[in-house]
């Protein structure tokens, strides 16, 4: 079982729609969560980042972290065609070399005007 | 803040030649930088973590006399890809550590002919 798991997708919505993103893991020691935007051929954009249990919202994002069931979700309301993009789950321990980043394999959304 | 840049955006090179990568933090100092390569269609791939005065650390089968990391600032990491070859065609992207939340930069798209 891979450390962390991403919806594949491809995922593709019409404008205005709700989008669902989710990342389930295995690793306890995993206690920074964060969700990248990545366009093609450019480096990723760090979206939200979450340390505890719970909600974030952050304008059209929200992300989520339930950490009893290892699963992290993020929900883009009023879906735009600029959201179409890669997005990457990612998560980390804490201190030093734990700081590396696990990515999720990434999940491509595109919103169809 | 948080930006972080990459230099150059795009290098194509002959096969046998060395190609050397910059990553800047432009509004923060950087103890520790990352380095990735992507594939087409694929997550990000950790080769090596960068710490500012003292040798890079390298993930396992990534080949360290290959894929010189330098960390002299606490501002600028410097990739240098040694008798490049087509198989090290690749995009490479840095990223750089403030706390627990890695920054990235845009990218090197490296082709080597």
């Known amino acids: 079982q891979k450390e962390v798991e991403q919806d594949p997708g491809p995922l593709s919505v019409p404008e205005g729609a709700i989008v669902s993103l989710n990342c389930t893991y295995s690793?306890?020691?995993?206690?920074?969560f964060m969700w990248y935007r990545q366009y093609s051929r450019k480096g990723p954009e760090l979206l939200m980042y979450?340390?505890?249990?719970g909600n974030k919202e952050d304008g059209r994002f929200t992300a989520q972290v339930d950490k009893s069931s290892k699963y992290i979700s993020l929900f883009i309301r009023d879906s735009q065609p600029s959201d179409s993009a890669t997005y990457l789950c990612a998560m980390s321990g804490s201190g030093g070399s734990n700081y590396k980043l696990t990515f999720g394999k990434g999940t491509l959304l595109t919103v169809n005007p | 803040g948080a930006v972080v840049s990459q230099h150059p955006s795009r290098v194509i090179c002959k096969s046998g030649t060395s190609v050397k990568i910059e990553c800047r933090s432009l509004?923060?100092?950087?103890?520790?930088m990352f380095w990735y390569r992507q594939f087409p269609k694929q997550s990000l791939m950790l080769m090596a973590t960068?710490?500012?005065?003292?040798?890079?650390?390298?993930e396992q089968g990534v080949e360290k006399d290959k894929f010189l990391i330098n960390h002299a600032s606490l501002t600028l990491s410097t990739l240098t890809v040694t008798s490049a070859h087509p198989e090290d065609s690749s995009f490479y992207i840095c990223?750089?550590?403030?706390?627990?939340?890695?920054?990235f930069g845009p990218g090197t798209r490296l082709t080597v002919l």
């Open positions: 690793n306890s020691a995993f206690q920074y």
């Open positions: 960068s710490n500012e005065g003292s040798k890079a650390t390298y």
């Open positions: 509004d923060f100092q950087a103890t520790t």
């Open positions: 979450t340390y505890s249990s």
């Open positions: 990223s750089a550590a403030q706390g627990e939340r890695q920054f």
